[in-house]
């Protein structure tokens, strides 16, 4: 399979996320990201959308728990 990391660029807009995510989920390809890149998008999150801290940690546990094979050092 296929293997692409995902930049916080990719994981930021929800648009991309979801369709890069949903195209992994489907196996045609298998998503990577480090923890610093899921940092980054955290940041910016909270930084320039009115997303709630609740919103916020669901997301990044979302995105732990669902691909879990994903990260990446």
């Known amino acids: 399979m296929t293997r692409a990391v995902l930049d916080a660029n990719v994981l930021y807009g929800s648009v991309a996320r979801d369709l890069m995510l949903r195209l992994a989920d489907q196996k045609l390809f298998q998503p990577l990201w480090t923890d610093e890149v899921l940092s980054e998008v955290e940041r910016a ?20 728990l669902s691909f879990p094979n994903a990260a990446v050092a």
């Open 45 to 64: 999150i909270r930084r320039n959308r009115p997303a709630t801290p609740d919103q916020l940690a669901h997301l990044m546990t979302s995105l732990r």
